[in-house]
């Protein structure tokens, strides 16, 4: 299939959101579909106020109309609910065109967390949002059920991966970057941001040193604050993952995502998760061996911690072995809704030979 994939998260932002989107698109063109992606690098940008990392298109809606007009799509997804997202949902509902969405950022909470508005508007804004899509795909069934209760509707599971090449434990004779640093290492990687719930993981009391691998918006804030902690700002590729598999337990103490990608890239290093009990790791963690949850979303993580620490890295590993971005992709597609056989062609043959008429010259 020709398939559209419009986000307003895409690189060089570095998150769990488009880690996901870039690898399913290249495993969608190895299974021989043809992918056109609409991202913020393609537009004039603004940095998003309290983020300034992260850039938002402006004057998005005709040149996404004429990415649409010039692709021919034959299946859209929509990924996010930015200006990218908002001006391929408009082009969609005007123009009719079936459509998919996902939910990847628990977005009301998230702006909760940074502005004093109700959960309330945050869910209001996303039911109308998601409300035309044909389908909406969610990573877990927590978040299903989740989202049921607030009133959605058409929602459908996608699978997530992890790379198990990349993220791997470390072999026999491979230095330990946290060598010079008392154990054991207790690790968190990920945005440093307020709705990370991070001083969660650093205001506990545990043996050894906590690492904390990122940056953002809080991060100058916590590393005052927490000056035994050990900020290293963000890591990439092999340095990354030597990060993972040096530690001897992840952290994850967000309340606030949909899945938490870095769950199974910690686990896949061979390295026990704790976390909370919330969406994505309660879905992950209970009898997976690889992890330990704390008893309640407010307490508990330091026996989580301390739980996580005894497990077999080995039994980790094996668990993480069992998700593939292959399966994560066909997934993806299974979900998908293709304009139905002749509608698509002749669609798109109508809409060019409006154009053509459009551009006649008039003759006196």
């Keep these: ?79 996010t609910e930015g200006p990218i997202g908002l001006a391929a949902r408009r082009i969609c509902v005007e123009w009719k065109l079936p459509f998919t969405t996902s939910y990847h950022t628990r977005f009301p909470e998230y702006v909760s967390a940074r502005l004093p508005l109700p959960l309330s508007v945050g869910y209001t804004y996303m039911r109308w949002f998601h409300r035309p899509s044909g389908r909406l795909m969610v990573a877990t069934p927590t978040m299903r059920d989740e989202l049921t209760r607030h009133g959605f509707r058409n929602i459908s599971s996608w699978s997530r991966g992890v790379d198990t090449e990349m993220f791997r434990p470390r072999a026999e004779g491979e230095p330990d970057i946290f060598a010079h640093l008392p154990k054991p290492i207790f690790l968190y990687v990920g945005r440093v941001a307020v709705e990370k719930n991070i001083e969660a993981f650093l205001g506990l009391d545990l043996p050894g040193t906590k690492v904390v691998v990122g940056d953002g918006p809080q991060k100058d804030e916590l590393t005052e604050r927490y000056r035994t902690a050990v900020f290293t700002g963000s890591k990439f590729g092999e340095e990354l993952s030597a990060h993972f598999a040096c530690a001897d337990v992840f952290v994850f103490p967000s309340l606030t995502d949909t899945f938490g990608l870095v769950i199974l890239e910690a686990m896949a290093s061979g390295t026990p998760v704790a976390a909370y009990p919330a969406p994505g790791p309660i879905d992950i963690i209970p009898d997976s061996g690889a992890g330990a949850l704390a008893a309640s979303a407010t307490e508990g993580l330091k026996e989580a911690c301390m739980e996580a620490l005894a497990l077999d890295r080995k039994a980790v590993r094996a668990f993480a072995e069992t998700f593939s971005w292959t399966a994560c992709a066909e997934d993806f597609v299974r979900n998908l809704q293709p304009y139905p056989e002749p509608e698509k062609t002749r669609f798109w043959r109508r809409l060019r030979r409006l154009a053509r008429v459009r551009r006649r010259p008039k003759t006196a």
């Design 1 to 79: 299939m020709r398939i559209l994939l419009a986000t307003d998260a895409w690189e060089p932002q570095v998150n769990g959101v488009v880690r996901t989107l870039t690898r399913v698109v290249r495993e969608l063109r190895d299974l021989g579909h043809e992918v056109e992606v609409i991202s913020p690098d393609q537009f004039k940008t603004l940095p998003l106020p309290t983020y300034p990392e992260i850039k938002v298109a402006i004057g998005a809606y005709e040149p996404v109309q004429e990415r649409f007009k010039a692709f021919e799509p034959e299946a859209i997804h929509i990924a």
